[in-house]
């Protein structure tokens, strides 16, 4: 044990420790540990936050202008709060600022000159700043339409559902285009996606959102969305969605997946696949009366299909296009898009065996035999 001047042991922990031996060799030392204490004092330092206003710009007359705070932050991580203020306006402006005490606030240039707006952020105990300057041109701002959705918020599995955007607004009173797309949720197929009313259909539970954008020409409005909940509940009448539009080959078998939704508490639901038109004068299917039914696609060509669904009350239908390819390629080398082969030219030609059925969808068939070029991007 070691001892010594200036060793205290006020509460006998030394003499009441368990002490750790260790053996060593002849001429060697006994050292027995007892006791360690420590002890330590920290004195914390809050360390100030940083205030981020954004960068200066340039703005024409009449922008609404957006300050973005967010980007202001605490070293330890403390929540915020935000001030914001105007530090100098032209003498003409009478702007307000609205969402002062938000990280995210505005204003509208109402006249040329120069507003000055400072952030100031604060941790609890330490407040920081900074400052930025938007710049008011003489120039008019264009002004933007304005995108205006309505739609119902919940709709029923296989229920079709319109959401109208005829109320959008433009400052020059001229007519609008409309484009819907679908941002968010269940993946469904919109019907008059640049019209002012959009509808679809989900036979999933779940939520679709959708976005609207209008434009008048000179400017477009700033995107709207709205959100409709698909709820876990049978349509009121019978609805049938026939699927995708398919491809096949030649000769080769093609199954069709169709779905179908009743009624609650309906009776028999009569389902039949139809032949409209392709190819062919007469399509075999089997199991037309079901789901899913197959044929066997003797020629190349686009073959259309409808699905139908009736409860002797009411009935629903759906249509798609099976697009036929050839079972075999010409033998002939493209060449690198070219025929490129040594030796006379000799008579050749390219045979188009299929598009992508979005592209004939939005540009139509082209008619068998016409000639003309395809670019391939």
């Given at each position: 044990?070691?001892?010594?001047?200036?060793?205290?042991?006020?509460?006998?922990?030394?003499?009441r420790?368990?002490m750790a031996?260790?053996s060593?060799?002849?001429?060697?030392?006994?050292?027995?540990?007892?006791?360690?204490a420590?002890?330590?004092?920290w004195?914390?330092?809050?360390?100030p936050p940083t205030?981020?206003a954004g960068?200066?710009?340039?703005?024409?007359t009449?922008?609404?202008?957006?300050l973005?705070?967010?980007?202001?932050?605490?070293?330890?991580?403390q929540?915020?709060?935000?001030r914001?203020?105007?530090?100098?306006?032209?003498?003409?402006?009478?702007a307000?600022l609205?969402?002062?005490?938000?990280?995210?606030?505005s204003?509208?240039t109402?006249?040329?000159?120069?507003?000055?707006?400072?952030?100031?952020v604060?941790?609890?105990?330490?407040?920081?700043s900074?400052a930025?300057r938007?710049?008011?041109t003489?120039?008019?701002?264009?002004?933007r339409p304005?995108?205006?959705?309505?739609?119902?918020?919940?709709?029923?599995a296989?229920?079709r559902?319109?959401?109208?955007?005829?109320?959008?607004?433009?400052?020059?009173?001229?007519a609008?285009?409309y484009?819907w797309?679908?941002?968010?949720?269940?993946?469904?197929?919109?019907a008059?996606a640049d019209?002012s009313?959009v509808?679809?259909?989900?036979?999933?539970?779940?939520?679709v959102?959708l976005?609207l954008?209008?434009?008048?020409g000179?400017?477009?409005?700033l995107?709207?969305?709205?959100?409709?909940?698909?709820?876990?509940?049978?349509?009121?009448?019978p609805?049938?969605?026939?699927?995708?539009d398919v491809?096949?080959i030649a000769?080769r078998?093609?199954?069709?997946?169709?779905r179908?939704l009743?009624?609650?508490?309906a009776?028999s639901v009569?389902l039949?696949?139809?032949?409209e038109?392709?190819p062919?004068?007469?399509?075999a299917?089997t199991?037309r009366?079901t789901?899913?039914?197959?044929?066997?696609?003797?020629?190349?060509?686009?073959?259309?299909?409808?699905?139908?669904?009736?409860?002797?009350?009411?009935?629903d239908?759906?249509?798609l296009?099976?697009?036929v390819?050839?079972?075999?390629a010409?033998?002939?080398?493209?060449?690198g898009c070219?025929?490129g082969?040594a030796?006379p030219p000799?008579?050749?030609?390219w045979?188009?065996?299929?598009?992508?059925l979005?592209w004939?969808?939005?540009?139509?068939?082209?008619?068998a035999g016409t000639p003309g070029?395809?670019?391939?991007?």
């Amino acid at each position: 044990m070691l001892d010594g001047p200036g060793v205290e042991d006020p509460y006998g922990m030394i003499a009441r420790a368990p002490m750790a031996r260790h053996s060593l060799p002849p001429a060697g030392l006994l050292l027995a540990v007892t006791a360690v204490a420590a002890c330590a004092v920290w004195a914390q330092v809050n360390q100030p936050p940083t205030a981020v206003a954004g960068s200066d710009r340039s703005v024409a007359t009449g922008t609404s202008v957006l300050l973005d705070g967010r980007s202001s932050f605490d070293p330890e991580g403390q929540p915020l709060s935000y001030r914001w203020r105007f530090a100098g306006l032209p003498v003409a402006s009478r702007a307000v600022l609205f969402g002062a005490e938000t990280p995210l606030a505005s204003f509208t240039t109402d006249a040329a000159g120069d507003y000055f707006v400072e952030l100031t952020v604060d941790d609890g105990a330490v407040a920081a700043s900074d400052a930025a300057r938007v710049r008011a041109t003489g120039q008019t701002a264009v002004q933007r339409p304005v995108a205006i959705a309505r739609a119902p918020g919940t709709v029923n599995a296989g229920q079709r559902v319109t959401i109208d955007g005829s109320g959008s607004t433009s400052p020059s009173g001229v007519a609008l285009t409309y484009a819907w797309t679908r941002v968010f949720g269940n993946a469904v197929e919109l019907a008059g996606a640049d019209t002012s009313r959009v509808s679809f259909r989900s036979f999933d539970p779940g939520f679709v959102t959708l976005q609207l954008v209008v434009a008048d020409g000179a400017a477009a409005s700033l995107p709207v969305s709205v959100t409709v909940i698909v709820l876990d509940r049978p349509p009121a009448t019978p609805a049938v969605e026939a699927g995708p539009d398919v491809t096949g080959i030649a000769g080769r078998k093609v199954t069709l997946s169709g779905r179908v939704l009743a009624p609650r508490g309906a009776g028999s639901v009569t389902l039949r696949w139809t032949y409209e038109s392709g190819p062919v004068s007469e399509l075999a299917l089997t199991d037309r009366h079901t789901a899913s039914p197959s044929f066997v696609p003797p020629v190349p060509g686009f073959y259309d299909l409808r699905f139908s669904a009736a409860d002797g009350q009411s009935s629903d239908e759906d249509r798609l296009t099976v697009q036929v390819l050839s079972a075999t390629a010409p033998a002939a080398s493209s060449g690198g898009c070219g025929l490129g082969h040594a030796g006379p030219p000799a008579a050749a030609g390219w045979l188009l065996l299929g598009l992508p059925l979005a592209w004939i969808r939005r540009e139509g068939r082209p008619a068998a035999g016409t000639p003309g070029a395809l670019t391939v991007g």
